[in-house]
């Protein structure tokens, strides 16, 4: 199983609510991260877990927060977003560390819009 | 400096054309290297990894050229279905962070 998945595929929300991504991988793979990507731009890197720690943040507001529950699950808790918020968010995962040969494995994006 | 610097095109080429795409990295001590491809709307998607020997993959050839802290990637008899964004990602020196180019649009026109 080569496959990162990723709920919800789409999401709209209000500037007030509460939502969470969700993404999952079974290949074993110990490092999993966020990608924020905005058209016509490469992604940006948003936070990475290594072996269920969370190792970087990339000065990401505290409206954003990520969790690891498990070597196999990644979520971002969403709260209080706003309009320029809205992006299509990536999920990857990758071994870890990633070695010579190692590539990240992409979900394929909850496509998100803050209203 | 950008740790990694890529031509964003775009590039619009005919169909069966050689087109090269070239990306230079600012870290002399990363470690691995890969081109990735990405659809409109769609996930980034694995197309090659990149080695110090080069390597080729039907139609692709990716080179890496650690002196001069570039590498290309080739595509030969461009199909209209390569029309994409190709990223090329550099790792960090401890190899756990990943980092991409601007990526670079290509349009294969019949």
């Known amino acids: 199983d080569t496959e990162v998945t990723q709920t919800p595929k789409h999401l709209v929300m209000g500037m007030t609510n509460k939502k969470s991504l969700k993404c999952e991988q079974h290949?074993?793979?110990?490092?999993m991260y966020w990608y924020k990507q905005k058209a016509k731009k490469p992604p940006e890197l948003m936070f990475v877990?290594?072996?269920?720690?969370?190792?970087i943040n990339e000065s990401v507001p505290s409206r954003f927060s990520p969790e690891c529950p498990n070597s196999s699950l990644l979520n971002l808790h969403l709260h209080a977003l706003q309009p320029e918020d809205s992006a299509l968010y990536l999920c990857a995962s990758s071994q870890d560390p990633p070695g010579a040969r190692g590539e990240q494995f992409f979900g394929p994006g909850t496509r998100l819009t803050v209203l | 400096r950008k740790e990694v610097e890529q031509d964003p095109g775009p590039f619009n080429v005919p169909e069966g054309a050689t087109v090269a795409f070239n990306c230079t990295y600012s870290?002399?001590?990363?470690?691995?290297f890969f081109w990735y491809r990405q659809d409109c709307r769609k996930e980034p998607k694995l197309l090659m990894s990149?080695?110090?020997s080069g390597n080729e993959d039907g139609r692709f050839t990716a080179q890496l050229n650690r002196a001069s802290q570039y590498i290309s990637l080739l595509i030969r008899d461009s199909k209209l279905s390569d029309s994409a964004t190709y990223l090329c990602?550099?790792?960090?020196?401890?190899?756990?962070?990943?980092?991409f180019g601007t990526g670079t649009s290509l349009t294969v026109i019949p």
């Open positions: 870290n002399s001590a990363s470690q691995s």
């Open positions: 290949m074993g793979h110990r490092a």
């Open positions: 990602v550099v790792t960090s020196n401890t190899g756990n962070q990943f980092y």
């Open positions: 990149v080695y110090s």
């Open positions: 877990y290594s072996y269920e720690k969370l190792s």
